[in-house]
């Protein structure tokens, strides 16, 4: 079975430093990997993914993505954050050696982490 | 919100009486999927489909039931609400392989009293 953990409920940081998001998977074989953003009262959006090649991935509004296997990680960062990043962030896992019928493409998502930048 | 609609956006019902939650989307995409967002829980998938009429159940599929008679149109129903289904229910879509990402509709907040 497939999982995430989002270790930290809720991250705080100062504007203009860099941020970090934590995420660890389990899978059973590669794993195919996806950050989303919610503001308040708004649907989740897609940030970025990892499916495979460059372990770094660069997404939407600035973030990106580390990969690291050994470790089986996957965290969100950016270089200098913005009072406008504050939002919740999942990370989502997809396994895609499970097949979970008929073609279905499910994922788990992790808890979620609340990001918040302080002026 | 990737041309998903949901509706009613927000609905307070009572506990016992069956409700229906709709999700439309525009771009005829085949995958789509049902979820309850709940604090401390994150997103679980409640029930999926793969096409008109092919659904199937997801993590937490007790007490909820779907159908998909048409592309476009995917409905959960709560069969007897349950303060327990109080919760925000999201919709997705998928744009096809395992390597595609989701997309999100705007969201249903529900309340059962």
């Known amino acids: 079975a497939q999982s995430v953990a989002q270790p930290e409920d809720q991250v705080n940081v100062a504007e203009g430093n860099p941020l970090t998001v934590k995420c660890t998977y389990s899978v059973s074989g590669n794993p195919y990997l996806f950050w989303y953003v919610q503001y308040p009262n708004r649907g989740l959006q897609f940030l970025l993914k990892?499916?495979?090649?460059?372990?770094l991935v660069k997404g939407s509004y600035g973030f990106e993505a580390e990969f690291n296997k050994s470790q089986t990680s996957f965290h969100l960062k950016k270089p200098s954050a913005l009072v406008s990043d504050s939002a919740l962030y999942f990370c989502a896992v997809r396994d895609p050696i499970s097949y979970s019928g008929a073609g279905s493409y499910q994922l788990t998502f992790g808890k979620g982490t609340k990001l918040s930048v302080i002026p | 919100d990737a041309g998903i609609t949901q509706s009613p956006r927000h609905k307070v019902t009572e506990t016992g009486t069956p409700v229906t939650l709709r999700c439309h989307q525009t771009e005829n995409h085949r995958y789509m999927y049902w979820y309850r967002q709940d604090p401390g829980h994150g997103l679980r998938l409640i029930h999926y489909s793969y096409g008109v009429k092919d659904t199937d159940k997801g993590e937490v599929s007790d007490g909820y039931s779907v159908s998909r008679s048409k592309t476009e149109d995917f409905l959960l129903t709560l069969e007897s609400a349950t303060s327990s289904q109080t919760s925000v229910y999201f919709c997705?879509?998928?744009?096809?392989?395992?390597?595609?990402?989701?997309?999100f509709g705007p969201g249903t907040r529900l309340t059962v009293t």
């Open positions: 990892y499916i495979t090649g460059d372990n």
């Open positions: 997705a879509i998928s744009v096809g392989g395992a390597t595609y990402e989701q997309y």
